[in-house]
Structures are given as C-alpha cells and as structure tokens.
C-alpha cells in the first residue's frame, strides 16, 4: 500500500499545453501540499491543503491550480506550460507535526517541457 | 545520467565510519525540524526528527543533534553503510503542520568501499 501516491511518474510535454498531476494519499490525514524540486535538487514548497481549503500559496504563477476533492486528494493542473516549469514534483502530507511523524512524499513525478 | 550532485555540498566517508551531515536553519522561530533522505529517483524519506525543546535526538544508527543559538543542526550516522549514500536535507517548520516546511539545500553523501 503507497501512502502518498502521485501520478504520472514521468511526463513529457510541449509548450503551451496543459497537463495535470495527480495525488492521492491514504494516511488519513488533513493536510497535502505540492513541492517543487528544481535541476539543483532544491526543494520549495508550493501550495497546502488542509481539509479541501488552500492554507498557503507561495509565488507561483496563475498557471499553477490546486485542485482538491476531498481531504486525500490533491491535483496539480498546471496551464499554458513553459520551459521553466520542468522540474520534479512531490506531493505530501501530514497530520500535525505534533503527533511526531512529519511529512509523508510521494515519489515524484518528472515534468519535461520540451 | 544526472550531473546535480555536483552542485550540492558532498561528503565522502569510508564505509564503517560516522558520518555528520551539517545544516544551518533560517528561522528561529522554527519549532520543529527534520531530516530527509532523498535517493535517486525516489521521493524524500523522513529519517528522524527533533522538538526545539530538545537538543539530542536518537534513532537507530542517527542521532540528530540541535542547537538553537547558532540555528544548526546536524545528522550524525554511525557505521555507515553503502545503503547510506543519498542526498541529505534538512527541514525547519513551524506550528501544526499547515504551513510547509522549508527544506536546506542538501548534503550529497558518498560512501567510499
């Protein structure tokens, strides 16, 4: 059983299309967020859910949009994609950093804009 | 194949050393910190965390060990094995969870036969 289940695991598009990410987890838990690790392995997050309402939106761009379901899903659409966007993209989740076990990532999937 | 480890701090050890992977945090009002392990291809895989109320933590074979007045943390693994070699981060938080974590730039651990 995947905890935290993202798909694609490898994309590979053109300019100017649009596409969308998946993200499923079956922790039970409330909050998922969207990280962005770039060709020099820097991790930074994007976009956080808790319970189907977006908590943070760092400065990515309108072409980016979270979708969220119900509180174990987490869709990425990103439109309009550009060169710049190719990257490897986690999704992930947790309860609450308190109850010690931090953050669950999927494994990443690798968008190639060509 | 890929080239970005070059561009991340690497340490090399010899098998059956320790290993102290180090990393300077920004916020000093991070509450709660992480260590990850990132092996090629895979996502981050959580290693061991740490309270700011605490300054030693132990794992199996990981200690990590905290020290709010200079904001650094360091992960120390012992007998270090070939399964070991990976990226390293670090990552600072704060509160319940919600808002995210900020992720280090990543250490590239080599093990030497």
């Known amino acids: 059983d995947t905890a935290v289940s993202q798909t694609p695991k490898y994309l590979v598009t053109q300019m100017g299309n649009d596409k969308s990410i998946k993200c499923e987890q079956n922790?039970?838990?409330?909050?998922m967020y969207w990280y962005k690790q770039d060709s020099k392995k820097f991790l930074k997050i994007m976009f956080s859910y808790n319970n189907k309402e977006l908590i943070i939106n760092e400065t990515v761009p309108n072409r980016f949009s979270p979708k969220s379901p119900d509180k174990a899903h987490l869709n990425l659409h990103i439109n309009s994609l550009e060169l710049g966007d190719s990257a490897v993209y986690f999704c992930?989740?947790?309860?609450?950093?308190?109850?010690?076990?931090?953050?669950?990532f999927g494994s990443g999937t690798r968008l190639t804009v060509v | 194949g890929e080239s970005v480890g070059l561009h991340l701090p690497t340490l090399s050890v010899q098998e059956g050393d320790n290993s102290i992977i180090n990393c300077a945090y920004s916020?000093?009002?991070?509450?709660?910190f992480i260590w990850y392990k990132q092996e090629s291809g895979k996502g981050p895989q959580f290693i061991i965390d740490i309270r700011s109320n605490m300054d030693k933590r132990q794992g199996q074979r990981v200690t990590v060990l905290l020290n709010k007045t200079v904001k650094h943390l360091s992960l120390q693994i012992a007998a270090t094995q070939p399964g070991d070699s990976a990226v390293y981060f670090c990552a600072e938080g704060l509160g319940g969870g919600a808002d995210g974590l900020t992720f280090g730039k990543g250490t590239h651990l080599i093990i030497q036969p």
């Open positions: 992930a989740s947790s309860q609450d950093v308190s109850l010690g076990y931090g953050y669950t």
């Open positions: 916020n000093s009002a991070s509450d709660y």
């Open positions: 922790l039970g838990h409330d909050t």
